[in-house]
């Protein structure tokens, strides 16, 4: 049989012709769906609309570490299994009940430091109820496909520290656990960025380990902050009612 050589645009040419063949097009509907997918990359409306995920997110975050880790986890390892693993070990401390059950007489796990104690009260009771909202709300975004807008939308952005949109997933991703983080920067399509995206995920983002840790104590100080401020307030104003009642 003999070939044809054909020219590129001869190609083309038969190449659109057997598809006009095969294939049938409809006029393609703008629906509700590509609206709201196209605020979503506009500037104006995409930045609300991804700070209002990202605080329902957060929201959903706290609300379910905060109700299994304090409703559940905490009572059950501060009430029930330390005083166990406490009576268990010998009474007298050594090496052996400090590197296991870590401080004597400790009324909590977190506080404790011990392998059995510490050790498993942090992964177990606070980091897994921290990581598993975040990938679920993670895995939501990925299947309504606005994990892409998002790309697209902060690209500009990224763009100019050298990185590209989608730079965003493993960021993502790493507020969670730095792993998944560092193994998502393998979407990026050079070495120089997947280098950046690391050193990033490495130095600025936390884990969730570390929100948890950073939620408590900035919350604690803030508090702190607050009850000190509030009383030097009280103390100003009884000196100032006192005073005028004197001039008066």
């Known amino acids: ?10 190609r083309w040419d038969y190449l659109d012709k057997l598809a006009g063949r095969v294939v049938t097009l409809k006029p ?45 986890m905490v009572p059950l390892f501060d009430e029930h299994f330390l005083p ?11 090496w ?13 796990c977190f506080e404790a430091f011990g392998v059995l104690t510490t050790g498993l009260f ?3 009771g606070v980091v897994l109820w921290a990581i598993i909202p975040l990938y679920l709300s993670v895995a939501l975004l990925e299947d309504i496909g606005y994990l892409p807008r998002l790309a697209v939308l902060i690209d ?36 120089k960025e997947r280098f950046m995206m ?9 884990c969730g380990a570390q929100l948890g840790i950073m939620e408590e104590t900035i919350a604690g100080e803030y508090g702190n902050w607050l009850n000190r401020h509030s009383s030097l307030s009280e103390a100003h104003l009884e000196k ?5 009642v004197g001039k008066g």
Request: aromatic share 14%; with cysteine; proline share 8%.
């Open 28 to 72: 393609r509907r703008f629906s509700l769906k590509d609206a709201i997918g196209d605020l979503t990359i506009r500037p104006l409306t995409g930045i609300p609309i991804a700070l209002g995920i990202l605080f329902s997110i957060w929201m959903f975050f706290s609300t379910f570490a905060g109700f299994f880790t304090d409703g559940f």
């Open 240 to 244: 100032s009612y006192y005073e005028d």
């Open 156 to 191: 500009n952005i990224l763009h100019k520290i050298g990185l590209h949109g989608f730079a965003i997933v493993p960021t993502i991703l790493s507020f969670g656990c730095n792993i998944p983080g560092v193994t998502a920067a393998r979407i990026l399509e050079t070495k």
């Open 198 to 206: 690391m050193t990033i995920l490495a130095i600025f983002i936390p």
């Open 122 to 124: 942090v992964p177990f």
């Open 96 to 108: 052996l009940y400090a590197l296991l059950v870590g401080t004597p007489g400790a009324d909590n």
């Open 1 to 10: 049989m003999r070939k044809l050589k054909l020219t590129p645009e001869e």
């Open 84 to 94: 166990w693993i406490q009576d268990t070990f010998p009474k007298e401390p050594s």
